[in-house]
């Protein structure tokens, strides 16, 4: 059974850092792309990242871009988002999920998510 | 960028047929994919690359793809299939959501 479980969120204060992770169980992670996409509450899907199986190719939001980095380790299953300089607007549950195809960019699989809240 | 419109909310009687649209310039040279998501819970995949129904989504469940408009369209509506539904797609390397569709089974 496929499984993806987030972690590493909480609440952080605006211009602080926070790192996400995904640990990925039940497949074979390292063939896989991988996503992020938030979630503001009460709010619709925007996607954040993607990385490609061996890391060395990313994409970014442009809302993201440079202050956020997604990365991933295949010896240890896990999939990571580093988020520095966060804002207010960050604030989002952040989902990790699986790209069932990398040609054309469909999630099959999402984890439940993990709560980010950027206030003072 | 890319953007992709989506009505805000849809109405269906139960039992009848609903159809969520997903707008976008020259959408029908894209594959477009469809996610569920109900209240509380990570969203479904519930069709891909324009019309296929990934394992374990009923029948019920169909899409198309043409010009410029893409179409989910659920038959024989269930209480059960009331959630938000987003389309996507993938452009210029970065990956494109709608808006969202709340459907609302009468």
């Known amino acids: 059974e496929v499984q993806l479980v987030e972690s590493g969120g909480g609440l952080v204060q605006p211009g602080g850092s926070l790192r996400l992770s995904c640990a990925a169980s039940?497949?074979?992670?390292?063939?896989?792309?991988m996503h992020w996409v938030r979630q503001a509450p009460g709010k619709g899907l925007v996607w954040v990242s993607r990385?490609?199986?061996?890391?060395?190719?990313?994409s970014y939001a442009d809302s993201v871009k440079g202050r956020f980095t997604i990365s991933r380790d295949n010896a240890k299953n896990t999939l990571y988002l580093q988020m520095n300089s966060l804002r207010a607007e960050d604030t989002a549950v952040y989902y990790c999920?699986?790209?069932?195809?990398?040609?054309?960019?469909?999630?099959?699989?999402w984890g439940q998510g993990t709560l980010v809240t950027v206030s003072s | 960028s890319y953007e992709l419109t989506q009505p805000l909310s849809v109405s269906v009687a139960l039992g009848q047929t609903a159809r969520i649209t997903c707008g976008g310039n020259?959408?029908?040279?894209?594959?477009v994919h469809w996610y569920q998501q109900k209240p509380g819970q990570a969203p479904v995949l519930v069709i891909y690359?324009?019309?296929y129904r990934p394992s374990g989504i009923p029948e019920r469940f169909s899409g198309s793809n043409s010009g410029n408009t893409a179409t989910l369209t659920i038959s024989r509506a269930q209480a059960g299939d009331e959630a938000d539904y987003y389309c996507?797609?993938?452009?210029?390397?970065?990956?494109?959501f709608g808006g969202g569709t709340k459907l609302t089974v009468l």
């Open positions: 996507q797609v993938w452009d210029s390397s970065t990956v494109v």
């Open positions: 990385i490609n199986t061996y890391g060395s190719s990313t």
């Open positions: 020259n959408i029908g040279s894209k594959n």
């Open positions: 999920a699986r790209d069932a195809d990398a040609a054309i960019a469909f999630i099959d699989y």
């Open positions: 690359r324009d019309s």
């Open positions: 039940g497949f074979t992670f390292s063939s896989y792309w």
